[in-house]
């Protein structure tokens, strides 16, 4: 509750949370939103202005922009949200188990996460695709090889700051077992570092998942995609420039979105963050004020 009061003080937080949650609304319920199939064609509607019946016009097979554009959330967003959730989780677990066991466990998976972080994320991404071929399923796989690894170092490096505190050591000392304190006394204090990552990573996910499809490397035609669209009408983007505009400005609104929660997030959680950032505001105020008396002492 106290985080929701801090995210609403924040206008542009809410309103991010707000239209990430229209967003995957939207996705959720794509079938009964969509106003028409968004895979079928209509060759006389080709290249067809924004009407009442087509809010953003036709593309070049005469299908509704609108409808394609909804259900590209589900592979653009929602499908991306599920690759970050699985990353997420196993991070989440190796980074619990070398946090708080340390030594020799501690030692090894840190080793592979080193294995797996010493490759470029791109270059990685391409290997799977290489090895399983392309589509969509095999670089959200990509996605999941890459990014668990390094949930595990962030969530490992926060784990063990509260290891070693006294009510840690009193839990254990009680008799408590391992997974008792982990679930019970860590995870709820490591639950906003890792609200903060996650949502941070979604961003540069769903850009990354784009851009693959841009590059014909994702979802395959005749299945609707935001970078899927892009690259359909980057063919005509000199004849017919608008067709890019709403993929793009969906692609660019929802990634500042969640970037913008993720640093409302971050200050939300940490007192330290709001009290700078009320000190920060309280000090241009001052500034502004003392400019405005300085402007009119030399007008006078």
Not at 175 to 183: E, N, T
Not at 210 to 231: D, R
């Amino acid at each position: 509750m106290k985080i929701l009061r801090n995210l609403s003080k924040d206008r542009l937080a809410a309103a991010s949370f707000i239209l990430i949650v229209v967003t995957i609304v939207a996705g959720i319920l794509a079938p009964y939103i969509a106003p028409h199939d968004p895979n079928e064609v209509n060759m006389r509607l080709r290249f067809a202005a924004p009407s009442w019946e087509y809010l953003l016009g036709n593309d070049h097979l005469g299908r509704c922009i609108l409808s394609r554009l909804i259900y590209g959330i589900r592979p653009s967003v929602l499908w991306v949200l599920g690759a970050l959730f699985i990353s997420v989780l196993i991070g989440a677990i190796a980074g619990f188990i070398a946090g708080y066991f340390r030594g020799k466990v501690d030692f090894f998976m840190m080793r592979i996460c080193d294995i797996m972080l010493s490759f470029p994320g791109y270059v990685m991404t391409l290997a799977v695709v290489g090895i399983l071929g392309i589509g969509l399923k095999n670089i959200l796989i990509a996605f999941i090889l890459m990014k668990w690894a390094w949930f595990a170092r962030v969530i490992r490096t926060a784990v063990m700051q509260y290891v070693e505190l006294d009510y840690v050591k009193f839990s254990k000392v009680t008799g408590m077992s391992d997974i008792q304190i982990i679930w019970k006394h860590i995870v709820p204090v490591t639950l906003s570092d890792i609200a903060v990552v996650s949502s941070g990573s979604m961003g540069s996910m769903i850009l990354q998942i784009s851009g693959f499809s841009f590059l014909g490397l994702g979802i395959q035609a005749p299945n609707a995609e935001w970078g899927m669209m892009l690259n359909e009408a980057r063919q005509v983007m000199f004849s017919r420039p608008e067709l890019m505009l709403a993929p793009g400005l969906a692609i660019i609104i929802v990634v500042s979105a969640f970037n913008f929660l993720s640093d409302a997030l971050q200050v939300a959680l940490d007192p330290k963050l709001i009290r700078s950032t009320n000190k920060i505001q309280k000090q241009e105020v001052e500034t502004e004020i003392r400019g405005g008396k300085i402007h009119e002492y030399t007008r006078s």
